[in-house]
């Protein structure tokens, strides 16, 4: 089975500090792209980043990262200098043929 | 560029009764998919459409059909509706040979 597991089901950071979230997957596929994908209350579901696993390079976009670790099946997205505006759900998924397959989210609010 | 745009925004629904949402993608994309998203879980991938053929089904009951019409758009139906059925339906448009779904902001449908 296919599967995607956030462990943390909410955490907190305070404005210009650093946080990361943590996402393990399973898949026996090879081929495959992961996302980190952005859900505030406006419902949107926003990319963050995307990482290609054939490539061994971490993608980073702007204060976005990622930790990925493709033996370990390892996807976590560091918040570097994090803003108020990024307080929302974080949804980790990996794309295979056809479709994504999402994790169950991790609630993240930034405090002033 | 309009991004995916979805209609209804909200809809209130009697169990039993049908529903058709409809969904446009982004100009030039192709593929169009559905999810669908109980409150408090990820996105569960229900269909996706590539040039008017279907291309993937998730595991869902035969009450739910799509289809996807020459101009790319997309409509989801179900029938019989269930209590269960109340969720976030969001759709997301793909541009062939690029990894990555842009989503819309959803059809909140609530079955009462």
């Known amino acids: 089975a296919q599967t995607v597991t956030q462990s943390q089901p909410e955490m907190s950071v305070q404005e210009a500090e650093t946080v990361t979230l943590s996402c393990t997957y399973d898949?026996?596929?090879?081929?495959?792209?992961l996302f980190w994908y952005k859900q505030p209350p406006s419902r949107q579901m926003i990319l963050v980043i995307r990482q290609e696993a054939y490539k061994q390079q971490n993608a980073t976009e702007n204060r976005f990262s990622v930790n990925f670790q493709k033996a370990a099946k390892s996807f976590s997205l560091k918040i570097s200098d994090s803003q108020l505006g990024d307080t929302a759900m974080y949804f980790c998924a990996f794309m295979v043929p056809d479709k994504l397959i999402f994790g169950t989210g991790t609630r993240l609010q930034v405090f002033p | 560029d309009a991004g995916v745009t979805q209609s209804p925004t909200h809809l209130i629904k009697t169990r039993g009764q049908h529903v058709t949402l409809r969904c446009s993608p982004i100009s030039g994309h192709k593929s169009v998919s559905w999810y669908q998203q109980v409150l408090g879980q990820g996105p569960q991938f229900i269909f996706q459409y590539y040039e008017k053929e279907e291309r993937g089904r998730g595991n869902f009951p035969d009450r739910f059909s799509a289809r996807q019409f020459p101009n790319y758009s997309s409509e989801l139906n179900v029938n019989a509706l269930l209590l269960g059925d109340s969720a976030l339906y969001l759709c997301a448009s793909s541009f062939p040979g690029l990894s990555g779904y842009t989503f819309g902001s959803g059809t909140r449908l609530t079955v009462v």
């Open positions: 898949t026996s596929e090879n081929n495959y792209y």
